[in-house]
């Protein structure tokens, strides 16, 4: 199995740009989070989908975060105007049913926002 | 708010030698823990879990140890290796709920 993918992995965009990131989980598994990983947060969910469904988004920090699962190999995450407080490595992760005992994790995209 | 939380965000050990890193959480709802390794440029991968019903998971080198009264766990390494050197990350969840992960301590073990 590849493993979640992720791309791209690393984005340098300017501020007010639109980022869109993109993964693909592990064929099979139902559920699929994104992750922001930040030095004074770790890792915070920013939301989760279940059978391509959105669960929980109370983590997207903004109006401006915004996330798709339009079917269940493919998700984007989406930053409308991004800022450069929305540098950080982003992370998708997969799971085999909503409430597995564990998560498989993509490599990341870094992105930096200037 | 940190539900889980990692007060160490570094530790450095000598090979051979232990290492243990903490975490602490303030949900007495969590009812599993996992423990998470991470390597620069890659992402988290699954170390070690535990369940609320035990207080002591042990998978080779890794041992993690539960206590539920302080709401504390914690993950050791014997003997640590140059290979161990990563970032660790703590994670609790109640059943069929979210993750949450803590804030990551940075293992450096030192030949």
């Known amino acids: 199995d590849a493993g979640v993918i992720q791309s791209p992995r690393h984005e340098v965009t300017e501020m007010g740009q639109e980022v869109t990131l993109r993964c693909k989980p592990i064929?099979?598994?139902?559920?699929l989070f994104w992750y922001r990983q930040t030095m004074m947060r770790g890792l915070e969910l920013l939301i989760y989908f279940n059978n391509n469904v959105p669960i929980d988004d109370s983590g997207m920090p903004e109006d401006r975060f915004s996330a798709k699962m339009p079917n269940a190999s493919f998700s984007t995450l989406k930053i409308q105007p991004s800022e450069p407080r929305d540098s950080a490595v982003y992370f998708c992760a997969s799971g085999p049913g909503f409430g597995s005992d564990t998560q498989y994790f993509g490599p990341g995209t870094r992105l930096t926002v200037l | 708010d940190q539900q889980v939380k990692q007060n160490s965000p570094s530790l450095s050990v000598q090979e051979g030698r232990i290492s243990i890193l903490n975490c602490d959480y303030t949900n007495s709802m969590f009812d599993y823990f996992l423990w998470y390794k991470k390597y620069p440029a890659e992402g988290p991968t699954f170390l070690i879990s535990?369940?609320?019903?035990?207080d002591k998971n042990e998978d080779g080198r890794f041992t993690v140890f539960l206590n539920k009264s302080a709401k504390h766990l914690s993950l050791h390494i014997v003997p640590s290796q140059p290979g161990d050197s990563a970032v660790y990350f703590c994670a609790a969840s109640a059943i069929g709920n979210q993750f949450y992960f803590g804030t990551g301590t940075s293992l450096t073990v030192i030949p």
């Open positions: 064929s099979g598994h139902n559920s």
């Open positions: 535990i369940s609320s019903i035990k």
